[in-house]
Every structure is written in C-alpha cells, then in structure tokens.
C-alpha cells in the first residue's frame, strides 16, 4: 500500500468492529476505575473511623459523655470560660461557673471539660485513675444529681473515662 491509501485509511478511523473493542475497552476500563475510586473511598472512611474509635470498651456512660462533647467541641472547663464572652453553665452566672470549677478540680479529676456558644449545658469529667479521687467525683455528681436532676440518677464506677452533670435551668 502506498503513502496516499494510508493517509485516505487513516482519515477513515477505524473499522466498526474496532470502534466496538474500542468502546468496549473503555467502558471495561472507566468501570474499573469507578470500583477503585469506591475503595478508595472506602478505605478512608473505615480507616477514620478506625482511627477515632476508642482504644479501651466504653463503660458507664463514656459514650454519652463522647457525644456530648462532640456535639459542642467541649474544651478544658476555665479555658473556655476564659475565652471573651461572657461564658457560663446553664443557670449560673460566670462566677458561680468559675466557682463550681474550682469545686469539681479540687476533688482531682484530670480535667474538666465544657462547651457550646455562651452556656454549657453539661460539664464532663475525665476521671483520674487514682481511687480515691474517682469516688470523690462520683459521690459529688450523685449529690447534684440528686439535688438538681440528670440521667442517670446514681452512677457508680465501673471502670468509666467520663462523668457528667447536666447543669439546671433553675437552681
């Protein structure tokens, strides 16, 4: 074949069955990117979750606790008291929030935690691993629970990483 009959082929395209395998392998390929694309995703999304997934069982009502801080990204309790406005738990001023701080930290958890926009409507507890501190904080959170309300009415310590009081709209 010479020059000009290939050229005249070339501008042709290819034959029909050609342009079927042609499709063909396109649409076999598009697919398969489409499953790895799926599996990457995937992948990320179980690996996040794997990633935040505590390192310990949740016991009492540690996952409550979880979703109460996430929800209003709680942060230590005088930091976000301190962070400008006039920030308070619900039915307390910002001193009597202050006050009661400095009453749950004297009893030795490792932190305090509140959060939301003005008022917190919950503070929450990390328990320290020292016992005598641990009962100290229950016995505290079931005092007020049973002055103020809450769920639960009494908890006990099995072992938990959270404690919380849920603050009163009238005190």
């Known amino acids: 074949m010479h020059a000009g009959a290939m050229l005249a082929n070339a501008r042709r395209g290819p034959a029909r069955g050609a342009q079927e395998k042609f499709a063909t392998r396109q649409a076999v390929t598009m697919g398969i990117l489409l499953v790895l694309a799926v599996g990457v995703v995937l992948g990320i999304v179980f690996g996040v979750k794997a990633l935040q997934a505590p390192d310990r069982p949740l016991l009492g009502n540690d996952a409550?606790?979880?979703?109460?801080?996430?929800?209003?990204?709680?942060?230590?309790?005088?930091?976000?008291?301190?962070?400008?406005?006039?920030?308070?738990?619900?039915?307390?001023?910002?001193?009597?929030?202050?006050?009661?701080?400095?009453?749950?930290?004297?009893?030795?958890?490792?932190?305090?935690?509140?959060?939301?926009?003005?008022?917190?409507?919950?503070?929450?507890i990390e328990l320290p691993e020292d016992a005598e501190s641990r009962e100290k904080l229950f016995a505290w959170r079931n005092r007020w629970t049973e002055r103020y309300g809450g769920s639960p009415p009494v908890e006990k310590d099995v072992g938990q990483q959270y404690i919380y009081a849920e603050m009163p709209l009238n005190r």
Do not use: C, T
């Open 64 to 124: 409550e606790a979880l979703k109460i801080m996430s929800r209003s990204s709680y942060i230590e309790m005088n930091s976000w008291l301190s962070q400008g406005v006039e920030r308070s738990l619900v039915g307390h001023n910002p001193a009597q929030s202050k006050a009661l701080a400095d009453e749950i930290y004297a009893l030795g958890p490792k932190q305090v935690l509140a959060g939301g926009g003005r008022a917190s409507m919950f503070v929450v």
